[in-house]
């Protein structure tokens, strides 16, 4: 009768300690596994912009490499073009004559033979034509003016009937020899060597546009400026 007897529903400490710990390390080992995760996913992604980079530089370079040939092909043609052109006798009028020649400085474009004509087949027009090259080869750019085409220039010059006139440096040389290639040749080295000095005139300079507007006026009340 005096045995002791244990109260069973009291709750057991020691129980409840250790599911507490259990409850721990089971949310401890779930964090550690979730770390671990997030560390797997982070390395994937970039091993992922990674291989993006590589591919697209890959495109990139190779895109680079597939253009050049067509790169070059533009060049090509435009360069062809350009020579075509530089080498073709050029048309002049009173818009492009001083922009192309600046024959009142003769600064940066050098010296130019222009033939003034009534006809696109004059004789002077077809021989400069065909020694453009050779003209061009001793720094002397051919051309020619339609007159009929470019009444400033030729009042400019004063130019009344078919001519041909070397610009050089600021002067102007009137060309009186055959009309062959041969002979302009031979004209532009004597001009270079200064046996022309006697013939040359000083360039007149490009009209202003309160002469064009005096010419005009004058033009309306049936006047020329000789007149005044």
Request: proline residues 5%; charged residues 25%; contains cysteine.
């Amino acid at each position: 009768s005096s045995f002791f007897v244990p109260n069973k529903s009291k709750p057991n400490n020691r129980h409840k300690h250790n599911t507490r710990h259990k409850h721990k390390s089971r949310h401890k080992h779930k964090k550690q596994q979730t770390r671990k995760t997030n560390r797997n996913h982070k390395h994937k992604t970039q091993n992922t912009n990674t291989n993006t980079k590589n591919t697209t530089s890959k495109h990139k370079h190779n895109h680079t490499r597939t253009m050049k040939p067509y790169s070059f092909c533009v060049f090509a043609a435009f360069l062809a073009i350009w020579i075509n052109s530089s080498v073709a006798l050029q048309k002049l009028d009173d818009d492009t004559f001083e922009h192309h020649t600046q024959a009142t400085t003769g600064s940066t474009t050098g010296s130019w033979i222009v033939s003034f004509s009534d006809t696109a087949d004059s004789k002077m027009v077809l021989e400069l034509d065909d020694n453009t090259e050779a003209l061009r080869e001793v720094y002397a750019v051919p051309a020619w003016v339609m007159r009929s085409e470019s009444p400033q220039v030729c009042k400019r010059f004063g130019i009344k009937a078919p001519e041909t006139w070397l610009f050089h440096k600021g002067s102007m040389y009137p060309y009186k020899g055959p009309e062959d290639g041969a002979s302009v040749l031979k004209f532009l080295a004597e001009v270079s060597e200064g046996s022309h000095e006697g013939i040359k005139k000083k360039t007149p300079p490009e009209p202003t546009i309160v002469d064009v507007i005096k010419e005009k006026v004058l033009g309306m009340l049936g006047m020329k400026s000789d007149e005044l």
